[in-house]
């Protein structure tokens, strides 16, 4: 867990968890801070039986500070880690000057056109990337029309000139793997609510970072709490879409 230690050992600050949210699709952490600080992950839960309960401490993590939180993005009990990496993206501080107000498939599409690119996870744009790009590859776990299974990755991820891995690979400790198959001159984007917007990224070899920063916490925890997807949070206005690029 290279990279997961590497940034767990960037954080700078530390706060009181104010309150823990997983929801049926986002996990929410909230921060004792003025103002309040708010991360997202992706909730997720294991397949083919992981290890039981899903989670140690259920109503006993509050008692955690937030540092000791994210520390749970280590774990092996996936939806532990969940709440993990939204702890770790509500420690973040992050200079808004360097970030941009960009969608990822912005940036897919000015690098990708005419070019062959392949796809970690089904996002909504693919249709899109599909039409613009060379070649187009979707890599995913439950593939659908036009997709192929994630275990083809040791065959695709090397032909590929620009590469997006959905942030929750670093959830589920695939990073490092999907990272390793993609050539030195290949772009990556990291992307996704889950993605955490550090330049430590760029260490490791992600070209850019397309995250999110959630600037109204209680807009988007009650829209979390009755099943929102993330494009009807998004809607809901609670949220920016940032994306930083490294220079």
Do not use: Y
Request: with cysteine; hydrophobic share 45%.
């Amino acid at each position: 867990m290279k990279s997961i230690n590497m940034l767990l050992n960037c954080l700078e600050m530390d706060a009181p968890v104010r309150q823990i949210l997983v929801g049926a699709f986002w996990t929410a952490v909230l921060l004792d801070t003025e103002p309040v600080a708010c991360g997202l992950a992706s909730t997720l839960r294991a397949e083919g039986g992981g290890p039981w309960p899903p989670v140690t401490e259920p109503g006993r993590l509050q008692q955690r500070s937030g540092r000791q939180l994210a520390e749970l993005l280590r774990s092996g009990r996936i939806l532990e880690a969940s709440i993990g990496m939204a702890a770790f993206n509500a420690l973040l501080e992050i200079d808004e000057s360097a970030l941009t107000e960009l969608n990822a498939d912005e940036i897919i599409l000015e690098r990708g056109t005419g070019r062959r690119v392949a796809i970690v996870g089904h996002f909504p744009f693919i249709d899109r990337v599909r039409a613009a790009a060379a070649e187009c590859w979707v890599l995913e776990r439950h593939p659908g029309d036009g997709d192929l299974p994630a275990e083809q990755a040791a065959e695709v991820l090397p032909q590929a000139d620009v590469v997006a891995l959905t942030g929750t690979s670093l959830i589920n400790h695939t990073f490092e793997e999907l990272l390793a198959l993609c050539r030195p001159d290949a772009f990556v984007l990291l992307l996704g609510p889950s993605a955490p917007l550090t330049a430590r990224l760029f260490d490791l070899g992600v070209n850019a970072i397309s995250g999110t920063r959630v600037h109204d916490p209680e807009l988007v925890l009650r829209s979390l709490s009755q099943g929102a997807t993330f494009r009807q949070i998004k809607r809901g206005g609670g949220l920016r879409l940032l994306t930083w690029v490294k220079s």
